[in-house]
């Protein structure tokens, strides 16, 4: 007995690698992750980098110049063409050059005209360009300066409670080191200009750096607004006395007395913490290397 029942063959297909999608996710996930680190790099960069690394990197990225001519070429051949003869035969550039050659020889008959001018700005352009590098080679034995002190800081035994007294910050005026008075730690002695022995250890490391730099120094002396126990003796005497006693330890430790621009008692006048002018904190001495050079003795000669 035989089935007229068909015959029904099933074919299974098998799908390897995640249905329809495959492995491209893989590929936009790498994508996403070199982005996100070349993001956090960027990030990393803005927040160490200095302002003049950042014009540096900036410019290094702009666009190159472009020709400046507006038909032709700007370079060898300036928008000419050549003939069989090999003389230029064709172009603009000819003809811009004789009329700037004939304009140039009727500036010079005048007596230099607008060349003076010009030539005025470039001066005006190099001496601007020469105070930008002087200010940044400035800028940097500041910062060479600042270094040296610190480290000069961690040599001593008592670095710890030393550089609690000592704030090393650029002004516009210059490099200023400021000696200021702890909690229950001053740096003179009562109401006197009598320096206590930490007080020298920090002058003289002071010393060591700044003798070393050309610049002129500016040091002031500063109070809080507490009235000194002595009669007939204000803030602004004890203010000048301890800024003096401070160009005594300078000078003596081998600063020269000519970079000594000025030596000044601001009393309470200028507090550190103008909010809170009874702090320890404002009772300090502060030493400014001013950015100018120093004035060059009459018989120096260039």
Request: aromatic residues 6%; charged residues 25%.
């Amino acid at each position: 007995m035989s089935s007229n029942k068909p015959v029904v063959i099933k074919k299974i297909k098998k799908v390897i690698g995640g249905g329809h999608h495959g492995g491209a996710w893989k590929v936009a996930y790498a994508d996403f992750v070199t982005a996100m680190m070349a993001f956090f790099l960027l990030m990393w960069l803005i927040n160490t980098t200095s302002p003049e690394q950042k014009r540096g990197i900036a410019d290094y990225f702009a666009p190159a110049s472009v020709s400046r001519s507006t038909q032709g070429s700007d370079g060898l051949l300036g928008g000419t063409a050549f003939d069989q003869d090999g003389a230029r035969s064709s172009g603009s550039n000819r003809p811009i050059a004789e009329t700037q050659s004939a304009e140039s020889r009727r500036r010079s008959q005048r007596g230099g005209g607008d060349g003076d001018g010009q030539s005025s700005q470039g001066g005006a352009s190099k001496e601007a360009l020469a105070r930008a590098l002087a200010r940044r080679s400035e800028g940097a034995e500041f910062q060479s300066a600042e270094t040296s002190l610190r480290q000069a800081m961690q040599d001593m035994p008592d670095f710890a409670e030393l550089s609690k007294h000592l704030i090393i910050d650029q002004t516009p005026e210059g490099l200023r080191i400021q000696l200021i008075d702890q909690e229950g730690r001053a740096m003179f002695a009562g109401s006197s200009a009598e320096p206590l022995p930490r007080t020298q250890h920090l002058l003289e490391a002071v010393a060591k750096v700044i003798e070393k730099l050309p610049n002129r120094i500016s040091i002031s002396g500063h109070t809080d607004t507490s009235a000194p126990a002595r009669t007939d003796y204000s803030n602004w005497e004890l203010s000048a006395d301890r800024a003096n006693a401070a160009r005594r330890i300078l000078e003596a430790h081998g600063v020269d007395s000519d970079r000594i621009f000025q030596v000044t008692g601001k009393a309470a006048s200028e507090p550190l913490y103008p909010d809170d002018p009874d702090l320890p904190a404002n009772r300090r001495i502060s030493i400014v290397l001013l950015r100018e050079a120093p004035v060059l003795p009459v018989d120096h000669s260039l």
